[in-house]
């Protein structure tokens, strides 16, 4: 069985800054997605960014980015020039290749400040 | 194109009742996935329908059912409802081909177990 492991449970910095969210997860598979999502106070769940394991150039969507590191099994989400916008509580997800099922980390409670 | 929907958004319901949430994936999306969140246990998947067909089920009793329609709208089906129950149950859609198996989230419903 797969688990994700979120260690930060909330973090909160200034607008404007850059921020990192950790996420380590396990699984014995070799193809699978990982995914980040943000689901702020209006508790609709968004994608923020993905990752397919097989690719080692990291993704990037506008100021978020992540550092994939598959040996180690580690997967953190950067920010950066955050935003007020960006408070939200943030999942790291795992996903089994064509298996629609996500494994969802604790989440991380990030705010950011004026 | 229209996200995903889910009705009703909230309901109260008395232990002992059952419920039943709706969810209309995103035109063409045929793989329809639930989650249960609550604050104790997180994100936790429950099942998936693809073509009218349960593909994947999570570790839930079977007071918990589901079904797809052949239009790949989706039902949750919840009995003998307990205190614990109360959630947000959130629905997801996916496409499913090699190239597109993220999932996109509706708004949730939440559900209240007196």
């Known amino acids: 069985a797969q688990t994700v492991t979120q260690s930060q449970p909330e973090m909160s910095v200034q607008e404007a800054e850059t921020v990192t969210l950790s996420c380590t997860y396990d699984?014995?598979?070799?193809?699978?997605?990982l995914f980040w999502y943000k689901q702020p106070p209006s508790r609709q769940m968004i994608l923020v960014i993905r990752q397919e394991a097989y690719k080692q150039q990291n993704a990037t969507e506008n100021r978020f980015s992540v550092n994939f590191q598959k040996a180690a099994k580690s997967f953190s989400l950067k920010i950066s020039d955050s935003q007020l916008g960006d408070t939200a509580m943030y999942f790291c997800?795992?996903?089994?290749?064509?298996?629609?099922?996500?494994?969802f980390g604790q989440g991380t409670r990030l705010t950011i400040n004026p | 194109k229209a996200g995903v929907t889910q009705t009703p958004r909230y309901l109260i319901k008395t232990r002992g009742q059952q419920v039943t949430l709706s969810c209309s994936p995103i035109s063409g999306h045929r793989s329809v996935s639930w989650y249960q969140q609550t604050p104790g246990q997180g994100l936790q998947f429950l099942f998936e329908y693809f073509s009218e067909t349960q593909r994947n089920k999570g570790n839930f009793p079977g007071r918990f059912s589901g079904r797809q329609f052949s239009n790949s709208r989706s039902e949750m089906n919840v009995s003998t409802l307990e205190l614990g129950d109360s959630a947000l149950y959130l629905c997801?859609?996916?496409?499913?081909?090699?190239?597109?198996?993220?999932?996109?989230f509706g708004p949730g419903t939440r559900l209240t177990v007196l």
């Open positions: 997800a795992f996903m089994k290749r064509r298996a629609q099922k996500l494994v």
């Open positions: 997801a859609s996916s496409l499913w081909t090699t190239q597109a198996d993220e999932q996109f």
């Open positions: 699984t014995s598979e070799s193809n699978y997605y």
